[in-house]
């Protein structure tokens, strides 16, 4: 199983990045998939994540209103777009796919499979 996340970057604060979520060796179509970041010196949190169908979607508190992710399962590929973006979002940003129950969607330790990781740096 391979997740390979990209599209992270140098943007300035209020620009907008696309990230990328390819996944191979599973069947992607029957995972949840979803993205996590981890700043320096902070905990990993919870980003946003999206059922298998594309139905349902989970956002945190911090990126509500200003992320967005939808994914195409034709081509194996989550994607989140992140408009408005500020300093605070600078982090590396992972994707992971997984089938937690609803309630336990925002929990890492609900996704077995991760991606390696792309950075973001906003700069102010």
């Known amino acids: 199983v391979q997740l390979q996340a990209s599209g992270g970057g140098l943007v300035q604060a209020g620009g907008s990045l696309r990230l990328s979520c390819a996944a191979s060796g599973l069947t992607f179509r029957s995972y949840t998939v979803g993205w996590f970041r981890q700043a320096p010196g902070k905990d990993r949190e919870f980003v946003t994540a999206?059922?298998?169908?594309?139905?349902?979607?989970f956002d945190g508190d911090s990126v509500r209103g200003r992320f967005a992710i939808s994914r195409d399962n034709a081509k194996n590929t989550v994607y989140l777009q992140m408009n408005s973006l500020k300093a605070k979002d600078t982090a590396v940003y992972y994707c992971a796919a997984g089938r937690p129950i609803y309630s336990a969607a925002r929990q890492s330790n609900m996704y077995a499979y991760w991606g390696q990781g792309t950075l973001v740096t906003v700069s102010s």
């Open positions: 999206i059922t298998w169908d594309g139905k349902t979607i």
